[in-house]
């Protein structure tokens, strides 16, 4: 009964909601969202620098999320580039003095905190030649303004940016009376034409003051209350914005480290000045505010201009746009023939007669849609992750936002289950589920910045290398067993592989290693093509007739394990070979081809583990060692279950042992080695008791039948900033923009999937003379692309 209601209760959802209005809807989402962003922008303004400056909140305890961009964390070697032959000055009383020392820290972390505090302190590190000094003024008044006044003179070199403000010795001092309010504003308005003049060719911040925990303050500090410290604010924000009559003022407010100490005042020890971390956490903010547009980091997207569009991002524009013109143009002239052979009434009979039966759609037409269809996703694509259009944030790790949505998707899993159409091992209803629940704890795992935590860590390099391991056993099961080594097949599956990569790294700018599994996976599908298919050729239909093939074989395959160990500890090889042109063009990152060698290096016996399997497997197959029956146990009950007790055993011991891991660098080095004993014990319980091999999850399944164009596609419209933030389509929800945001990307997702199946059945012909021209014009293509991809790379240098 239970599952009859779910039958019809599946129809009924699948009758009014499919996957194309799914589509619809995903469309119009994009639509709007992308109006009301426009719309905010224009109104808020465009200025992420501002956001940075001025608004944020804590996404945990010490991790500061500016609104709407992500911010980056400096390292020393990245902060003295950035500031070579840099001055930086800081003016102000002891909380500006607390600002210098972390800003100083980020350069050199080993500066101490010493000396005459109510003095001048200078910092300068000769070989960067950098140098920040502090310069102790408590007080907004004529000494303050003339150390200001002697670097608006034409003579005097400035400093390149300058951090200003003061207010609580002005209260201390004169015991918060309304006088010394009035003397401050007269003090700072005297001051503004100064500090705006030298905006024009500096960086110049006014520190507005952060509120203090009055309960903690000293009896000689009583005076100082958030009541007094808001009305100086106020005085210097109104003062220095209207410093200048017909413009906005140049003088940015530094108003962020307000709400940065109204969340950790209360951890301060004097109640005035600000712990350590809250410190670090405005000077990073200073940081990114002059550095990002120097250094253009790929997480610190505040402050960050648009990038300029390149010469192939023009080109791959212009080719869509004629797509979608060639589109419209060609569903016009298609719908007025359609409208002239309408079905007209005879008059004699009164029936309807057509004049002519409707043609079938033609390749010319699929592919004018299919490119008209990618040319708008690929827009949305640059909208999400290059426009600056919509907002981005930085990732934050807690257990609950890995673990709660894995038992989410876990129970939707169970829930839609079905029958398998055989009950083979992995077969093809299972490796899609199997890819499918891979794929979406792979997702949740990026989304939430799981990679902190080292067991999960260990965990999702295991799904990496399951994948791999059914790249092996995939493929050597097919050349095994149909024998076809025919330029259609490997086409066929390089185009598949590699269609949506190439066109991302057009469109986005992107090296081809960045996408680094897809070159992962296509360099080994050739590794096993080229093994099997060198003479001799040994297929299952000739080893069938002779076992010394089965030898001849497992030859084969333990030359290529030589080869791989070879390439895995000779680090200069393996980087010789790919560091020949054009291999170069595809395999570097960052001017080398190390991030190429460490991603191979990682799974680099796991591929041969999937082909060795294979091997087993058919081979015991073929002799009916196995009971594949439904129902049936793979093996008899006694061998089954202690298989069972063996396969747990080792699933368990290696998620203890990944779990206790310390050091990533050394668990990586035995991952290769080891990754395969969870992998084959999760086979065994997947497919040695027969009701498991029986049913299959069709959620789980759906999803892996497009897991290859999700892994690609979340680098952009469901992560940002290259996979190190998060995109934010509805901002001040989080919940709900992971819905919207995870609901568009999965549509995007399914329908690049079937422009791939489109586009792979025209421009990869079953014909052979036909399929060599396609080849040709391929090549051509790629060609053009080298010599424009150079062109570029010349002139950015």
Known sequence: MAALAYNLGKREINHYFSVRSAKVLALVAVLLLAACHVASRRYRGNDSCEYLLSSGRFLGERVWQPHSCMMHKYKISEAKNCLVDKHIAF?????????????????????????????????????????VDFLWHPEVNGSMKQCIKVWTEDSVAKPHVIVAGAATWSIKIHNGSN?????????????????????????????????VYEDLLSENRKMITNEKIDAYNEAAVSILNSSTKNSKSNVKMFSVSKLIAQETIMESLDGLHLPESSRETSAMILMNVYCNKILKPVDG??????????????????????????????????????????PCTDLESGEEKKNIVSSPVSPLEILLQSFCKLGLIMAYFYMCDRANLFMKENKFYTHSSFFIPIIYILVLGVFYNENTKETKVLNREQTDEWKG???????????????????????????????????????????????????????????????????????????????????????????????????????????????????????????????????????GAFEKIFSLWPLSKCFELKGNVYEWWFRWRLDRYVVFHGMLFAFIYLALQKRQVLSEGKGEPLFSNKISNFLLFISVVSFLTYSIWASSCKNKAECNELHPS????????????????????????????????????????????????????????????????????TFIFVCVAHEISQITNDLAQIIIPKDNSSLLKRLVCIATFFCGLLILSSIQDKSRH
């Not at 010469?311 to 719908?335: E, M, P």
């Not at 629940?437 to 067991?455: E, K, R």
């Not at 998060?726 to 945001?741: D, F, H, K, T």
Request: charged share 15%.
């Open 91 to 131: 003016i102000g009383d002891s909380r500006i003095r607390q600002l210098f020392y972390s800003f100083v820290k980020i350069i050199n972390p080993q500066f101490k905190e010493e000396g005459n505090k109510h003095e001048n302190i200078p910092f300068e590190d000769k070989i960067a030649s950098v140098k």
């Open 179 to 211: 006088e010394a309010l009035s003397q401050y504003k007269m003090n700072i308005t005297s001051i503004a034409p100064l500090l705006e003049k030298l905006a024009k060719t500096s960086d110049v911040y006014w520190v507005l003051q952060d509120p």
């Open 301 to 342: 997207s505040c402050c960050q201009p648009r990038p300029p569009l390149t010469l192939i991002q023009k080109l791959a524009a212009l080719f869509f746009t004629l797509s979608i013109i060639g589109y419209l143009i060609f569903y016009i002239i298609h719908r007025n023939a359609h409208r002239k052979n309408k």
């Open 437 to 571: 629940w891979m794929q979406l704890v792979i997702l949740i795992y990026h989304i939430s910045g799981a990679s902190t935590f080292l067991p999960v860590y260990m965990h999702i390099r295991v799904l990496v290398a399951a994948y791999l391991f059914q790249t092996g056993y995939g493929h050597f099961s097919y050349f095994w067993i149909k024998g076809d080594f025919g330029i259609h097949r490997v086409c066929q599956v390089l185009f598949r592989l590699n269609f949506l990569v190439v066109v991302l790294c057009i469109v986005m700018d992107r090296p081809y290693q960045f996408y680094y599994f897809v070159p992962l996976v296509t360099v080994w599908f050739m590794v096993i093509y080229v093994t099997l298919a060198l003479w001799p050729q040994i297929i299952q239909k000739k080893a069938n007739g002779n076992c010394f093939w089965h030898f001849g074989l497992l030859l084969k395959l333990a030359f290529l394990l030589l080869c791989i160990c070879f390439l895995a500890y000779s680090q």
């Open 674 to 741: 080891v990754s395969v004993v969870q992998i084959l014990a999760f086979i065994l319980i997947r497919n040695i008791p027969g009701y498991a091999r029986s049913v299959y999850s069709s959620f789980f399944a759906w999803f892996g039948k497009i897991s290859l164009e999700l892994f690609i596609c979340q680098y952009h419209i469901w992560l940002a900033a290259d996979t190190k933030g998060i995109l934010v389509l509805i901002p001040g929800n989080p919940m709900l923009n992971i819905i919207v945001s």
